[in-house]
């Protein structure tokens, strides 16, 4: 079974500039997730989909991050205008439905420099 | 911000069982215990989770006491590939999980 896809695995942008990063889930996981994980911090959520629709996004920053999940499959996670403080890991994870969403697979995440 | 306390580093010998430990001093009786690790420039993977007892899968096992306010997850034979990050979270099913900074495991040869 295939796991979860991402892309680009590495960003390096100045600030003001806008990213967009790729996530493709494992086949079948109706429920996507976005996370930022800055250095020597655990994941934090960002954004929530179940199919196509946002379930949670109370802590995504509104004013500079977007995401979509058009579809229902795939999703893109997008940053403009970037600033320092986004620098970090950008994980997309994904469950498969029946386990209550505790059990999420993780892709190998985008590591994004703001310079 | 995660509810649970570990302790943030932990060191093992090679082939001898780790056991991290995990304080759940806020968790209440909807909460299931989920353990995560993190091996390095890796996304988190599930290991295991649990609700009052103890569970074993083919990755670890998971002791949870009798009050629910610890827990330990144990690796029978750690190998060098076990080290990595490892986070215990207090998940209530349809909720985000919360991860904490985790205890750094080094499994050393």
């Known amino acids: 079974e295939a796991g979860v896809a991402q892309s680009p695995r590495y960003k390096i942008i100045e600030k003001r500039q806008s990213v967009a990063f790729w996530c493709n889930p494992i086949?079948?996981?109706?429920?996507l997730y976005w996370y930022q994980q800055i250095l020597g911090q655990g994941p934090k959520l960002l954004i929530q989909?179940?199919?196509?629709?946002?379930?949670?996004d109370s802590q995504l920053p509104k004013d500079r991050f977007s995401a979509e999940r058009l579809k229902g499959v795939d999703s893109t996670l997008k940053i403009q205008p970037a600033k320092l403080e986004d620098s970090a890991v950008y994980l997309c994870?994904?469950?498969?439905?029946?386990?209550?969403?505790?059990?999420?697979?993780f892709g190998p995440g985008t590591r994004l420099t703001v310079t | 911000d995660a509810k649970t306390t570990q302790p943030t580093s932990m060191d093992c010998a090679e082939g001898r069982a780790a056991n991290l430990p995990c304080n759940h001093s806020t968790i209440s009786g909807n909460e299931y215990v989920y353990w995560y690790r993190q091996i390095h420039s890796q996304g988190p993977q599930y290991i295991i989770h649990?609700?009052?007892n103890n569970e074993t899968n083919e990755m670890a096992s998971l002791i949870i006491t009798e009050d629910r306010k610890s827990s330990t997850l144990i690796l029978p034979h750690a190998t060098l590939r076990d080290t990595a990050v490892y986070y215990c979270i207090d998940y209530r099913y349809g909720n985000k999980l919360v991860f904490g900074a985790g205890t750094i495991l080094r499994v050393k040869s």
């Open positions: 649990g609700l009052k």
């Open positions: 994870a994904s469950s498969p439905p029946g386990q209550g969403l505790g059990e999420q697979y």
């Open positions: 989909f179940q199919n196509n629709g946002v379930v949670d």
């Open positions: 086949s079948g996981h109706a429920t």
